[in-house]
């Protein structure tokens, strides 16, 4: 059974296309977290939701918003694709907020902007 | 602000020699360790975990322990496999954080050849 899953595996856009990301965890988990890994493999949060509630929102452009349906969705709507928006983005959950609590990670979304 | 380091890659090893990733970290009071690695075309998952000084986290063989005195977490393993090869990220998590979220450093590629 998938922890954490993420639709699609890969996507490849134009510039200035408009495009979703979803991610689900059957987990059961109440916060689920957004990161976006770029081509050195640097990892960088983007977004957090602690039962459908917005936690943490990094310097992130306007274009990135988040959509939290229930506590087992998080999707990713990017408008007005870049280049620069190339990268995988990696979806994950918590049993909750706080220093401890390990973090599930699903399998990754590669975005490729041409 | 708080942060992580770690040694640039790519480690390259033959198999069953001796392995060291060193991390060091800047934050204040006593932040959560992590070491996450990601094997190839994967999502990140966790390897071992240590949350205050002295403690040794471990897992398959991997070992690191928590020196406040010197800011550092550092990944050992004592003969590493080809199985090994991946991308490893030390990561911290504020003591006070009320969001759970993950600082990571750049991440350190290991190559291990038969």
């Known amino acids: 059974d998938t922890a954490v899953s993420q639709t699609p595996k890969y996507l490849v856009t134009q510039m200035g296309n408009d495009k979703s990301i979803k991610c689900e965890q059957n987990l059961g988990h109440d916060t689920m977290y957004w990161y976006k890994q770029d081509s050195k493999k640097f990892l960088k949060i983007m977004f957090s939701?602690?039962?459908?509630?917005?936690?943490i929102n990094e310097t992130v452009p306007n274009r990135f918003s988040p959509k939290s349906p229930d506590k087992a969705h998080l999707n990713l709507h990017i408008n007005s694709l870049e280049l620069g928006d190339s990268a995988v983005y990696f979806c994950?959950?918590?049993?909750?907020?706080?220093?401890?609590?390990?973090?599930?990670f699903g399998p990754g979304t590669r975005l490729t902007v041409l | 602000g708080n942060s992580v380091t770690q040694m640039e890659g790519p480690v390259t090893l033959s198999e069953e020699a001796f392995l060291t990733i060193n991390c060091t970290y800047t934050a204040t009071g006593y932040p959560s360790l992590f070491w996450y690695v990601q094997y190839p075309g994967e999502g990140l998952q966790l390897l071992l975990k240590?949350?205050?000084?002295?403690d040794k986290g471990s897992n398959k063989g991997f070992e690191a322990t928590y020196r406040k005195e010197t800011t550092s977490f550092h990944l050992e393993k004592g003969s590493v496999q080809v199985s090994d090869s991946a991308v490893y990220f030390c990561a911290l998590r504020r003591a006070s954080s009320n969001t759970g979220k993950l600082i990571f450093g750049q991440g350190t590629t290991l190559q291990v050849k038969p």
């Open positions: 994950a959950s918590s049993p909750r907020t706080g220093p401890y609590n390990e973090q599930f």
């Open positions: 240590a949350t205050k000084a002295d």
């Open positions: 939701y602690n039962n459908k509630e917005l936690i």
